[in-house]
């Protein structure tokens, strides 16, 4: 066997076992209570917490390590971030973007990612930053699953050319419809928004994937009709909502009513705690809104519910190091899931809920399974949230491509070589 891990804990769902795991030919090849085979590389994960990678359901990596550039933030609300973004939008560099989004794609790799979805603006109509992304995901596909929405920023109907743009990146290789239908100019533009979304989605076979209701309005309420357009084009578990932070404040009867609307269309709604949290409720006075969508009624519900990073270091949130333990550990707190099954289970929301609405299979800690996994420096899923931190292994198809073995930094195996990883950043 290529690598042995010893003494790994299993998660919850394997009533935390301690085993070995073989790997061999990017496959997990054996569990039991001991492998006699030894590995040409051994792990002693000496009873810590073993679980699969990872996802990043929602990101922008055109915006990422923007921080400052061309001017900070001052209020903290969505507006100002998008004025920011399309001043620095106009001055975008390939290789700014393609440099900014490997570093920042190495940092989610070192603390456990291994699926990252990206938007990427193609309302800037020189397509700089998607023709960027397009080369990073190809360049760096041995160390991450990178997938690019078409985010249509200033809107879908604000500029006769934004369908056309749409249609565009689908042809030359991105995976995912975007749509905002809240930024539009009136009602009737969102929902002919989503229309045309939809539309475009289904000429190339795309899924869709939409900033939906961001906002503390209680009257935005497009998330019923991506409901209803999915079941109209039969797009059933092919249709994430991101954000969706105005539920926090619709009236409780008419949540209650579109709850069963969601979870038969299949739609994954995306949460985004630390943006979320950070952007919503700035036009209150004290009480403020939390403005996250509320994730235990929907898991009730039978909606599935993933995590996004959304931003880091940028127009809309200045903090940030690629950590998906963080954004859980935020989401743990601000929708009070601290019941001891709640912390179990709560991995689940950046693990297999991810897998659910990438749709990914082989999937998980399993005999035959492709050989995706992280060794955490937690004895269990309680300890990873208070702990925080990266993996001490990262292993991808079989190999080890991270790990951070020491307090000072981490390491990423990358294009044949080891590169020794650093989170500070220069923001004066």
Not at 156 to 178: Q, R
Not at 331 to 340: F, I, K, M, R
């Amino acid at each position: 066997m290529e690598i042995v891990i010893r003494k790994a804990r299993l998660d919850y769902r394997h009533d935390h076992k301690i085993v070995d795991i073989g790997i061999d030919q990017g496959k997990i090849v054996e569990i039991s209570e001991r492998i006699t085979q030894r590995g040409e590389e051994e792990i002693d994960a000496n009873g810590r917490l073993v679980v699969p990678p990872f996802f990043n359901m929602h990101f922008h990596l055109d915006s990422a390590l923007t921080l400052g550039d061309p001017k900070f933030n001052e209020s903290g609300t969505l507006w100002e971030g998008i004025r920011i973004w399309g001043e620095k939008k106009k001055k975008l560099t390939e290789e700014d973007v393609i440099n900014r989004a490997e570093r920042v794609i190495k940092w989610f790799v070192a603390y456990g990612t291994l699926w990252i979805r990206s938007h990427v603006d193609i309302t800037e109509k020189s397509f700089t930053a998607v023709r960027a992304l397009l080369r990073v995901k190809e360049e760096m596909k041995e160390l991450i699953n990178l997938q690019l929405t078409a985010f249509p920023q200033d809107g879908i109907t604000s500029d006769k050319d934004v369908p056309e743009l749409l249609e565009k990146a689908m042809e030359i290789g991105v995976d995912n419809v975007g749509m905002i239908p809240h930024n539009e100019p009136t009602r009737e533009d969102g929902v002919k928004s989503i229309d045309i979304a939809f539309n475009i989605a289904k000429k190339y076979n795309r899924n869709i994937d939409g900033h939906i209701d961001e906002t503390d309005d209680p009257n935005s309420r497009f998330l019923e009709v991506v409901a209803r357009k999915t079941v109209e084009y039969n797009y059933k578990g092919r249709v994430s909502a991101g954000h969706v932070t105005a539920m926090h404040s619709w009236d409780p009867a008419y949540r209650f009513r579109i709850l069963s609307f969601i979870r038969d269309a299949g739609i994954t709604v995306v949460p985004n705690p630390l943006i979320n949290i950070t952007l919503q409720g700035r036009f209150d006075g004290y009480p403020k809104r939390r403005g996250m969508a509320p994730i235990s009624l929907l898991l009730t519900n039978g909606i599935n519910v993933a995590l996004g990073h959304d931003c880091i270091m940028d127009p809309w949130y200045p903090l940030g190091v690629g950590d998906m333990l963080q954004v859980l550990f935020m989401a743990v707190h601000v929708d009070q899931l601290t019941g001891y099954n709640d912390l179990l289970r709560s991995l689940d929301l950046i693990t297999y809920n991810g897998a659910r609405a990438w749709r990914v299979s082989n999937y998980g800690i399993e005999k035959g399974n492709d050989a995706n996994l992280l060794v955490l420096n937690a004895k269990n899923e309680i300890d990873a949230l208070r702990i925080l931190g990266p993996p001490l292994y990262v292993i991808k198809d079989g190999k080890i491509i991270a790990k951070s073995l020491n307090r000072e930094y981490s390491e990423v195996y990358n294009k044949g070589r080891w590169e020794k990883i650093s989170f500070f950043m220069d923001i004066t």
